[in-house]
């Protein structure tokens, strides 16, 4: 049973940092591609970052240069640092991984319940 759980979330202050943890089951994280998204009210979900397989980052323009996806195999855990941190920033971060076990097989998508992040001016 895969399962991906977020923590981390908080309240913070314009210019703070916060980092935010994926704990992944069920599924080995350095096997996939594992993804940030985030969801303010009244907007559409987007993608904030990607680390893939091989370990190559990718990040939304909004986020490039602020935050940092990473992983650590040994706690099969995707981290999400946030520095710099703006309003903006204010939304539900969702923990996602797309599986696919066999190369040519069906894909299967997975979504952590999210963790609220609230920054203030």
């Known amino acids: 049973q895969v399962q991906l759980v977020e923590s981390g979330g908080g309240l913070v202050q314009s210019g703070e940092s916060l980092k935010l943890s994926c704990a992944a089951s069920?599924?080995?994280?350095?096997?996939?591609?594992m993804d940030w998204y985030r969801q303010a009210p009244g907007k559409q979900r987007e993608l904030v970052a990607t680390i893939t397989s091989g370990g190559t980052t990718v990040y939304s323009d909004s986020v490039k240069g602020r935050f940092t996806i990473s992983r650590d195999n040994a706690k099969n855990t995707v981290y999400l640092q946030m520095n710099s941190l703006e309003p903006e920033d204010t939304a539900v971060y969702y923990c996602?991984?797309?599986?696919?076990?066999?190369?040519?097989?069906?894909?299967?998508?997975?979504w952590g319940q999210g963790t609220q992040v609230t920054v203030s001016s």
């Open positions: 996602h991984a797309v599986l696919r076990p066999l190369r040519f097989g069906p894909k299967y998508d997975y």
């Open positions: 069920g599924m080995i994280v350095s096997s996939n591609a």
